[in-house]
């Protein structure tokens, strides 16, 4: 069974605190995104990482995936209220199954 | 570009009864994913269309049925309801079903 396991599972920091987000997993994935998540909607995806050791940024954010893509990592660097809400990492497993496997997921509260 | 789009956003149902919910994808996407989302199971693969063909199932029982039409537009059946179908229902969008996936709003049935 492939699993991804999100770390930490919530999170409650203050305005202008840093964060890090972690996804880890046994599995090879051939790439993995990251969705935000508010109540009542559906994920908007933020990023897709592809390439091992791949970097990316989004403006205060930055993703990182894993050498050997089994983890990926999600920091926020002097987060604001803007960005509370549920984080998901979800993978594609290597087989090509057209299944992404979701995170449980971590929910993000930034107090003002 | 208009996003995906999902109908009706709400819906309210008994046990035993069935439910047909429905799914616009983006225009010129030709995979539909369909995923239940529980606050204790969280995401979970329900199914995959692309060109009218399932093309990957998850793991639930076979009272969860979907179909796609033609114009890529997809719709999910529940039968015989249970009280822990009441879920957020998410269909997601994609190219060929590949990396990057759209995600509608969602649908929130309740089952009592």
């Known amino acids: 069974t492939q699993l991804l396991e999100q770390s930490p599972q919530f999170l409650s920091i203050q305005e202008g605190e840093n964060l890090t987000v972690y996804c880890n997993s046994s599995s090879v994935f051939s790439s993995l995104q990251w969705y935000r998540q508010e109540p009542g909607e559906g994920p908007v995806l933020l990023v897709t990482?592809?390439?091992?050791?791949e970097v990316k940024k989004l403006k205060r954010l930055t993703f990182q995936f894993g050498d050997a893509r089994k983890d990926s990592s999600l920091h926020i660097t002097a987060a604001q209220p803007g960005d509370t809400g549920l984080y998901l990492c979800?993978?594609?497993?290597?087989?090509?199954?057209?299944?992404?496997?979701f995170g449980s997921g971590t929910r993000l509260l930034v107090r003002p | 570009k208009a996003g995906v789009t999902q109908t009706p956003r709400y819906l309210i149902k008994t046990r035993g009864q069935q439910v047909t919910l429905s799914c616009s994808p983006i225009s010129g996407h030709r995979s539909v994913s369909w995923y239940q989302q529980t606050p204790g199971q969280g995401l979970q693969f329900l199914f995959e269309y692309f060109s009218e063909t399932q093309r990957n199932k998850g793991n639930f029982p076979g009272r969860f049925s979907g179909r796609q039409f033609s114009n890529s537009r997809s719709e999910m059946n529940v039968s015989t309801l249970e009280l822990g179908d009441s879920a957020l229902y998410l269909c997601a969008s994609s190219l060929n079903g590949d990396v990057e996936q759209f995600f509608g709003p969602g649908t929130r049935l309740t089952v009592l």
């Open positions: 979800a993978g594609l497993p290597m087989d090509s199954s057209y299944k992404l496997i």
């Open positions: 990482v592809v390439t091992g050791g």
